[in-house]
């Protein structure tokens, strides 16, 4: 699929947070709930890397990294967020998402990614070890959404080029 990426801004927000959303109604995609507002979405994920994927002037997926804390050392440690419109999956846009995001988070001196992704949701554990994450371990019923434990499965991807010293 012909694909543009561009930077995710505040004026594209309401598109990121209808994928989102719709994500979020999968039961499989995130204990979040409710879709934050932009500020509290803006604060939490790192601004250079943060990407929307267009189709004939619509925003059909996005990815973006927040860190996983706030300590000096693990200032190369981020964690992946990424949703595809439901109308657009097994085009290719999550596979070009998290392409170009590794890519970003290099530039940005970020030499680990980590994700921890539904056992359930089985398409986005294939597509992240598609370009290069391994499997870590689990968290076992680490939360619950609507009534229902879940397990995350953790994955990781290490940087080639970034960190290796």
Request: aromatic fraction near 10%; glycine fraction near 6%.
């Amino acid at each position: 699929m012909d694909l543009e990426l561009k930077h995710i801004s505040q004026d594209n927000w309401s598109a990121i947070a209808r994928i989102y959303e719709h994500g979020m109604k999968t039961d499989t995609a995130t204990f979040e709930i409710v879709v934050p507002s932009w500020e509290h979405w803006h604060q939490s994920h790192l601004a250079p890397c943060r990407i929307a994927a267009w189709h004939m002037s619509k925003i059909v997926g996005w990815a973006a990294l927040s860190r996983v804390s706030n300590r000096t050392v693990y200032r190369g440690v981020a964690e992946v967020s990424l949703y595809v419109d439901t109308n657009y999956t097994k085009n290719g846009i999550g596979t070009q998402l998290l392409t170009n995001l590794i890519k970003e988070s290099e530039k940005e001196g970020i030499w680990t990614l980590q994700a921890a992704i539904f056992r359930e949701n089985e398409a986005s554990l294939r597509l992240h070890k598609k370009v290069g994450f391994r499997e870590i371990g689990y968290r076992e019923r680490i939360g619950k959404r609507n009534g229902v434990w879940y397990d995350n499965l953790l994955l990781e991807r290490r940087s080639k080029t970034i960190g290796i010293n």
